[in-house]
């Protein structure tokens, strides 16, 4: 099987290193030896199991991607960066003919989706890569679009930690609120209660130390309008490597997509578990 070429992005950070290095250990994979990284970045290179990744900021990569492209192929991008160049970076794959998975959260959603489907490309669009996490949402969907109105007069509290690191509120949290709103709740994102404290992390939620700076631990918790009836939600976690899985699983369904000469779509990573 010919290897699919793989340009990880957002390196070095956490998110990106791990990405890169499982794709460095799986046969489906060569990774490219470029990232595009922050304007903050002052290194010229990052070594990931010997291979020097050189790393591109944002005012010159425009000058170097003809070159990529010119030397390599097709290949396939995975954006881990950061929220705030999430549109930024949308912008210069699609103007580049570059399909991408985007594992980073934040941004302008919709302005996101809107600049793939003008374009030449397809794309990867999730809040979360980890696919179990992914199933359970789907189901949460399924029950949404089948039960309206199921917790009418409910209370609902969501909490979600992450690494310090991450800026934004979880994006997966985010997009449970429009499942449960189906559901008969009123609740807004910015009700989302978020931890980025390591020693609340750890002496309030009970958080393994060793994972302080890298976990996803998010809890639903549904109480009757008379506190007879309570519904509580947990998926913990630890560690990165669920969302690397899931972040090549989707580079190879892309591939497939971009071989068949698809434009202009927004996939889910349910289409990735369906494999449609």
Same mark, same amino acid.
């Given at each position: 099987?010919?290897? +699919?070429? =793989? ?15 499982? *794709? ?12 595009? !990284?922050?304007?903050? +970045? ?13 790393? !591109? ?16 192929? &097709? ?8 929220? $705030? ?5 949308? #912008? ?21 989706? #809107? ?15 980890? %696919? ?49 709103? %189906?559901? /008969? ?17 750890? $002496?309030?939620?009970? +958080? ?7 976990? /996803? ?11 007879? =009836? ?11 490597? *669920? ?15 971009? &071989? ?17």
């Amino acid at each position: 099987m010919k290897r +699919i070429k =793989l340009m990880v992005n957002g390196i070095p950070g956490n998110m990106a290193v791990n990405a890169a290095e499982h *794709a460095l250990r799986d046969e489906r994979f060569e990774l490219m030896p470029w990232s595009f !990284t922050g304007p903050e +970045i002052t290194e010229s290179e990052y070594v990931i199991a010997g291979l020097a990744i050189r790393l !591109t900021r944002p005012d010159t990569r425009d000058q170097i991607i003809a070159d990529i492209k010119r030397s390599e192929g &097709a290949f396939i991008t995975a954006d881990y960066t950061h929220p $705030s160049a999430v549109n930024a970076n949308a #912008e210069f794959y699609c103007r580049n003919s570059l399909p991408f998975v985007m594992g980073t959260t934040g941004g302008d959603r919709k302005r996101l989706s #809107e600049t793939v489907k003008g374009s030449d490309i397809s794309a990867v669009i999730a809040p979360n890569m980890a %696919k179990q996490i992914v199933g359970f949402q789907a189901m949460m969907e399924y029950a949404a679009d089948t039960f309206p109105g199921l917790f009418e007069g409910y209370s609902l509290e969501i909490k979600e930690s992450h690494q310090k690191g991450k800026a934004d509120t979880s994006g997966t949290a985010k997009s449970m609120v429009q499942y449960f709103n %189906k559901m /008969g709740i009123s609740f807004s994102e910015n009700d989302i209660v978020k931890e980025r404290d390591p020693e609340i992390q750890k $002496s309030v939620w009970g +958080i393994p130390e060793d994972c302080l700076k890298g976990h /996803g631990w998010h809890t639903y918790t549904l109480v009757s309008q008379d506190k007879s =009836l309570k519904f509580e939600f947990t998926h913990n976690i630890n560690g990165r490597d *669920a969302y690397a899985r899931g972040t090549l699983d989707a580079a190879v369904f892309l591939s497939k997509k971009a &071989a068949e000469g698809i434009k202009g779509k927004v996939y889910s990573m349910t289409d990735v578990l369906k494999g449609k």
